[in-house]
């Protein structure tokens, strides 16, 4: 069974930073273009970044300069650096990407989610 599973969530104060891991887990056959999303209470969801398989990165314009995507192919992991954090980030934070299932096929699935919150 293919999982997205997402850890290091936490509790962090304004301007502080965490990083955020996501490893794609079960019989796979490597990752292809993966990405974060947040939801914020009362809100929809939202993209935060991208990469693709060459390493492209994209960031939303509330998350660039502060949030750094990442992959590692050997690990099957994705990683988002997050500093400078904001109460504003506060959100669940979901991993997202195209996971190869067999030989030339690849599968979109969504990890359960981490927490993010940012106070003092």
């Known amino acids: 069974q293919v999982q997205l599973v997402a850890s290091g969530g936490g509790l962090v104060q304004p301007g502080g930073s965490l990083r955020l891991s996501c490893v794609a887990s079960?019989?796979?056959?490597?990752?292809?273009?993966m990405g974060w999303y947040r939801q914020a209470p009362g809100k929809e969801r939202e993209l935060v970044a991208t990469i693709t398989k060459g390493g492209n990165t994209n960031y939303s314009d509330s998350v660039k300069g502060r949030f750094t995507i990442s992959r590692d192919d050997a690990k099957n992991a994705v990683y988002l650096q997050m500093n400078s954090l904001k109460p504003e980030d506060t959100a669940v934070y979901y991993c997202?990407?195209?996971?190869?299932?067999?030989?030339?096929?690849?599968?979109?699935?969504w990890g359960k989610g981490t927490l993010v919150t940012v106070s003092s």
């Open positions: 997202n990407g195209d996971v190869g299932v067999a030989r030339g096929v690849a599968m979109n699935y």
């Open positions: 079960g019989s796979i056959f490597g990752i292809y273009n």
